[in-house]
């Protein structure tokens, strides 16, 4: 098993160890396809979507979920719904629970309650096999990138391409020059990882989620590192990638301003629960306090800055 950086993630950045049985798809027709709608824009995609039944519009619902870490309540009581097709955002203060709740979503963790169902299926249900047939078709950027820091750029990429498929090698190379050239990065092949700055191993995560152009990607916490020019590329990219695969997007973030561009609904997390919800329109005209001050960065408003903490005099140990 290669390392890791930053997480003992697999690639696709889903932590099991599921490397018995690996069943591969051949994905070759597939391939050829998605990536020339890419390349040329078109709107219209079916190939990859196989197995993802196409009987709902809604391709993830989460009723009622709570999740605690030990005694530390995370996630009480969400409910959201990500459309088939669309950009979905998921907004919230730092420490809100983001990450966690896209944990829940790959099964990397267990509901205390309530359920993730994602086409139809309950992911907490889901066998060892059904799992991983489930996480085949999701791409997933790590906050952390989880990048191998002993492969190089190029083999980084590749992998999910030869642990997923049967491509030979040489569609692999072009598939991977694709990815790294839609991300800005073709010249970086040869790097090692470590070679890296922090914004450019983000846009190298973010080829790699994409590499087999999975039905479902998640970002998170897509724009973390990067440049004003870089961050709007990547922010458009992830738009027409999704448009073009015909794909869901999920993108996780506190990047507000961002996010709207691009997304077509967003949630805002606050207290483990959805506190808000609408189209970007709706939420920049909202006056709702909370909206109001999440969507325009106020630092004052009923989000705190600090997390919750005993009096700070007590702490400094200052008599009155
Ligand atoms: N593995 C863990 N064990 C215990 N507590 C955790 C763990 N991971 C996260 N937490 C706690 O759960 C809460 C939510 O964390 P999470 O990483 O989901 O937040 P987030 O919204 O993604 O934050 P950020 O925007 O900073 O990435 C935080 O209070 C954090 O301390
Ligand atoms: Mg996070």
């Not at 003992?8 to 160890?17: G, V």
């Not at 078109?42 to 605690?68: P, Q, R, V, Y």
């Amino acid at each position: 098993m290669p390392r890791t950086e930053g997480s003992a993630l697999y690639p696709n950045q889903f932590s099991e160890n599921i490397a018995g049985s690996r069943p591969k798809v051949n994905i070759l027709a597939a391939k050829s396809v998605t990536t020339c709608q890419f390349i040329h824009g078109s709107s219209s995609h079916s190939a990859g979507k196989e197995s993802m039944s196409a009987e709902s519009e809604t391709l993830i619902e989460i009723k009622d979920l709570h999740f605690s870490y030990g005694d530390r309540k995370v996630l009480d009581g969400i409910n959201l719904q990500v459309p088939r097709g669309k950009v979905v955002a998921i907004l919230g203060a730092s420490g809100s629970g983001k990450s966690t709740l896209l944990r829940l979503i790959g099964g990397q963790l267990r509901p205390d309650q309530g359920s993730v169902r994602v086409d139809g299926k309950v992911i907490h249900e889901l066998d060892h096999k059904g799992l991983y047939d489930m996480r085949r078709n999701m791409g997933m950027m790590f906050q952390a990138g989880g990048l191998f820091s002993d492969m190089s750029v190029y083999d980084n990429i590749a992998f999910p391409l030869r642990e997923l498929t049967d491509l030979p090698e040489a569609l692999i190379r072009s598939l991977v020059l694709m990815k790294l050239q839609a991300v800005g990065l073709r010249g970086t092949t040869k790097l090692m990882t470590s070679e890296l700055s922090g914004g450019m191993a983000r846009r190298v995560a973010l080829a790699r989620a994409i590499a087999v152009d999975p039905m479902l990607t998640i970002y998170d916490e897509p724009f973390g590192g990067l440049d004003p020019i870089s961050l709007n590329v990547i922010a458009l990219l992830i738009r027409r990638l999704n448009d073009a695969l015909g794909a869901t997007s999920i993108i996780v973030t506190y990047d507000v301003s961002e996010s709207l561009k691009v997304a077509d609904y967003a949630y805002l997390l606050y207290k483990g629960v959805v506190e808000a919800e609408g189209t970007p329109a709706e939420l920049l005209a909202s006056d709702a306090p909370f909206v109001e001050q999440f969507i325009h960065a106020r630092p004052t408003g009923p989000v705190a800055f600090h997390m919750e903490s005993p009096p700070y005099r007590e702490d400094l140990r200052i008599s009155a």
